[in-house]
Every structure is written in structure tokens, then in C-alpha cells.
């Protein structure tokens, strides 16, 4: 699994590079489609509370075209960048550092290459996840030694909802 999701983190870093190249502007709030697409939302959302104890939770697409997650994570906060083409959730050393994980103690053997080039990652366990109400827990990840710029919030968790589902605006998560 881990040499999958070294594969998989290249395609995703290369998506992280050109995020951080784009400066994020809510032109979106400005549409008139969003209004319609905020009401499918609403109505889908009620449709699968109905059918399910768990209310869907959502994330809005930015402007620059990805999704970015505020995501609570051991209960302290972090900014994913969602990619569903990443197997695992995958840290940076700065986020690492910021949910108490002692970075130096951490055992750098996983083998992955990113946009930036060959580097190791050490494998985690996060508690929980939780990102608008939607927690998942006992959650693998990796920390990056380098190479990573944001966090990715990847298949090891968005896997584990019931599901998920992507619009036009916004993210759909189901716990």
C-alpha cells in the first residue's frame, strides 16, 4: 500500500505546486449559478439526512478550482488541500509539528517521491479527523520529511465515509 501511495503522492504534489502558485479570491460567491448549486446542496443534504442518522457535511470549492478542507485534527487545526487521487493522508512537517507529534522521533523510512524529488515519509495514526461535522478516526497518514507544501487530505480518509461526492461548488461528505 505504501509504494501506491508513493506513486500516487507525485501526481498529488504536482497539484499542490500549482495551488500554491494561485492566490485564492471568492469570485465564486458572485454567481448567480451558486445559488442554485448552494439549493441542490441543501436539498441533497436533507434527502440523506433522511436516510441516514449522520448529516452530510460540506467543503466549497475555492476559486483557484480545489478544495481546500479546515479540518480538526487530534482537535487542532489543520488546512487539508483535498486530493482523492492520494492514498493517504499525507502532513507536512510544519502540521506535524502543530498536533504534537514529536517529528524528530519519527521513523523516516517509507521511501516516496514528490514534485520536488525523492524524500521519506514516516507513518501515523491520527486519533480522529473530523472536517465540518463528518469524524473519522484511527486515521493512517504519512509525514513528509520535505517536499510537501500543504497538507493532503487523501483516500485514508475520505475513504471511510459512508461516501462522498463532488458538485460544481462543493464537496459532499458523508460520515
Do not use: C
Amino acid at each position: 500500500m505504501l509504494r501506491i501511495a508513493t506513486i500516487v503522492l507525485v501526481g498529488a504534489l504536482s497539484a499542490v505546486g500549482a495551488a500554491g502558485a494561485v492566490t485564492s479570491i471568492d469570485i465564486v460567491s458572485r454567481s448567480p449559478q451558486l445559488a442554485d448549486d448552494r439549493a441542490s446542496i441543501a436539498q441533497l443534504a436533507a434527502r440523506t439526512s433522511a436516510t441516514s442518522p449522520a448529516t452530510a457535511a460540506q467543503v466549497t470549492k475555492a476559486a483557484d478550482g480545489h478544495y481546500w478542507a479546515e479540518a480538526s485534527v487530534n482537535g487542532a487545526a489543520v488546512r487539508f488541500l483535498v486530493d482523492t487521487g492520494a492514498t493517504a493522508v499525507a502532513l507536512t512537517i510544519a502540521d506535524a509539528r502543530r498536533l504534537g507529534l514529536d517529528t524528530e522521533a519519527l521513523d523516516y523510512r517509507v521511501d516516496v517521491t514528490t514534485a520536488d524529488g525523492k524524500t521519506r515519509a514516516a507513518q501515523v495514526k491520527l486519533a480522529s479527523i473530523t472536517i465540518a461535522g463528518a469524524r473519522v478516526d484511527n486515521v493512517e497518514a504519512l509525514v513528509l520529511e520535505s517536499g510537501l507544501q500543504t497538507s493532503l487530505l487523501g483516500m485514508s480518509y475520505l475513504g471511510r465515509l459512508s461516501s462522498f461526492e463532488a458538485t460544481r461548488t462543493a464537496l459532499i461528505l458523508r460520515p
